[in-house]
Structures are given as structure tokens and as C-alpha cells.
């Protein structure tokens, strides 16, 4: 239930850390946790942190190559006015501003392209499922990386996609038809009991459900409490338990989130680290964006291979948060 606000008035605001003219959106704390609460965590990460506009984040598409180019695709949409711009970082991706909605374009609705967040496309890239492979998406709606995935494997492979939710499992299956993907499996299932499948997969994505961050709304501040993000990273870790086991000797785990948290994030995997001996983390470091993992929070020292984790801040990418680990199952 919504908690209702102080009846004594708005309580007062937190420093400005942004630029001048940073929209904060309604941040009036429902509870303890302010605005200055949670930047105040982030600073113990990173110091310099700034607040940016949740809607200064550029939008971005990824091009479906199965069925058309990135070249023709921009060629075809710059010819209607729509300005667009490679993702240095992406094999497919594209920065993209038009007067027009671009998700009711001729070529989205053909299944030509799918709008989906630079940082959402990585996730997938990062796991790197070869040709033939079958994945398991522990989390799969809306669709998004369901569907790269299952172009990245191609019509020898399979996507096994769960939800627990029947009508976000629809939003998969629609994007799946829009997109000409047909080797997506979905199945409505908790993916804590994914072992209940009495199968092994060579590439595990948990993208998981999260606390999100605050480009992604502007009440964010006012919304979140801790002992909520500790109820999250108390599912996440239950989901990421599930993952291992599903996961075959010498396969790969990717684990991400959209939050900034640490509870969510770092924590999840030392944790996780701590529990399955067999686990390595395959370093990030590589990726020519965002930071090293968090080494340590609250007093607690972390296993010196979180660093090769990726933690990414809007202040310094100009996207949303988010946070990437890539795991490796040892076959010995």
C-alpha cells in the first residue's frame, strides 16, 4: 500500500546535485529514505556522483538483422527525417530521435528493428550464445532480449523464455511474431524452480527483477525503501541459486539489473561466489564503458573478483543504470 505523506508539510529538499535546471520530479520522501539517503550510498561508490534528467536519456533501437541491414535500415529511416547514430559499443544498435513515434513506423511494426535500451542490448552480447546454442531466459518479458538472443543462436538454437506472469509472457510471444523469431520457446513458470525442466543449458540470462533507478522515474526517490531493495536482493538471490544449477559445466551466466544498489547487485554475486566454489567471473573489463564492481560497502570487504563485474551510472554513460556480471560454470 502507497504510505501517505506528513500532513505537516513538504519536508525539505535535498542538496541539488545536478546541473542547473535538473527536473527531480516529486522526491517528497514517503518515508525515511529521501533523495539524500540514496545519494548518500552512492557516494560512498563514487564520490563525484551527479543527478542527470531521466529524460535526457537517448533512445535506441537494435536493428533485427534477420531481416534487414543496419545500413539499409538507416538508410531508409534517415530518408523520412529520423536522425540516427551508431552505438559504438553495439553490433547493432542505434541511437535514434524522429518528429514521428517510432514504435508505429512501417518497418517496427515489419519487425525490422525493436526499441530497446543500449545497456539491454549489451546484456545480450555480453553472453555471446553461439549459432545452435539453447539459452535459458529466466525472465524474459517483455521480449527484448528474448528475441536478440534468439537471433544470435539462429534457427538451430532455442530460447527457452519463462515468465510468471501470463500476460507478460504474451507481450514475448507478440514481439516474437512482430520480430520473424520462431525458435522462442515460452513457457509460463517461477524461475526459482527452473531445475524442475531436468535439463542443463549452456547459456543461463537472468535479468533480474530489480528496484529499478531513478532515470527510469522521476518519484523514484520518494517510491523506494530499503528494506524493499533487501526484499528484492533476497528474490534475486533465490533466482540466481536457480541459475547455477541449471547451468552446465563450463556455461555461461549473465546476470544483470537495472538497479544502482549494491544490495542488488555486487552483494548478489559475492554471495553467490561464496556458495559455489565452481563459479569464476569472466572480467568485464574490457567494455569501453562504465565501472569496475563496487569492492566492498557498509564495512564489508568483497571477493576481489566482483571487480571484474560492470557497474554503469547514468552521470557518466548518459543511459539508466544498470549492472552486469558474467559468470563461467568450471567443467572440472
Not at 531521466?54 to 530518408?79: F, I, P, W
Not at 553490433?91 to 518497418?107: C, D, I, V
Request: hydrophobic share 40%; glycine share 8%.
Amino acid at each position: 500500500m502507497r504510505q501517505q505523506r506528513a500532513s505537516s508539510g513538504r519536508p525539505a529538499q535535498p542538496e541539488p546535485v545536478g546541473p542547473p535546471g535538473t527536473d527531480y520530479g516529486d522526491d517528497t520522501p514517503q518515508h525515511k529514505e529521501s533523495g539524500e539517503f540514496f545519494l548518500a550510498r552512492y557516494r560512498a561508490i563514487e564520490p563525484e556522483i551527479t543527478l542527470i534528467d531521466g529524460k535526457s536519456v537517448r533512445q535506441a533501437l537494435r536493428v533485427n538483422t534477420s531481416k534487414v541491414s543496419v545500413h539499409d535500415l538507416a538508410q531508409e529511416m534517415t530518408s523520412r527525417g529520423a536522425a540516427l547514430e551508431r552505438i559504438p559499443f553495439l553490433r547493432n544498435g542505434l541511437f535514434a530521435t524522429a518528429a514521428y513515434s517510432l514504435g508505429a513506423t512501417p518497418e517496427y511494426l515489419l519487425g525490422y528493428y525493436y526499441l530497446q535500451a543500449p545497456l539491454s542490448q549489451l546484456v545480450c552480447e555480453v553472453l555471446d550464445p553461439h549459432l545452435g546454442a539453447t539459452v535459458l531466459d529466466m525472465a524474459s518479458a517483455p521480449g527484448g532480449k528474448t528475441t536478440y538472443l534468439a537471433t544470435m543462436v539462429g534457427d538451430t538454437g532455442r530460447v527457452i523464455a519463462l515468465d510468471n506472469d501470463t500476460s507478460r509472457l504474451a507481450s514475448v510471444r507478440n514481439n516474437a511474431e512482430r520480430l520473424g523469431v520462431a525458435n522462442v520457446l515460452c513457457v509460463k513458470k517461477d524461475a526459482r524452480f527452473a531445475s524442475d525442466f531436468g535439463a542443463l543449458f549452456s547459456h543461463v540470462l537472468l535479468d533480474a527483477p530489480c528496484s529499478g533507478n531513478y532515470c527510469s522515474d522521476e518519484e523514484w526517490f520518494g517510491k523506494r525503501r530499503i528494506e524493499d531493495i533487501r526484499e528484492n536482493a533476497r528474490t534475486q538471490r533465490e533466482l540466481i541459486k536457480a541459475a547455477v544449477v541449471c547451468l552446465a559445466p563450463g556455461g555461461r551466466l549473465v546476470y544483470s539489473t537495472c538497479s544502482l544498489e549494491p544490495e542488488e547487485d555486487e552483494l548478489v554475486i559475492d554471495w553467490l561466489l561464496k556458495r559455489f566454489p565452481e563459479l569464476d567471473i569472466i572480467a568485464l573489463n574490457s567494455i569501453p564503458i562504465g565501472d569496475s564492481g563496487a569492492m566492498s560497502w557498509d564495512g564489508q570487504v568483497l571477493d576481489p573478483r566482483v571487480a571484474g563485474t560492470r557497474r554503469f551510472w547514468p552521470h557518466k554513460t548518459g543511459m539508466e543504470g544498470f549492472f552486469i556480471a558474467l559468470l563461467q560454470k568450471r567443467k572440472d
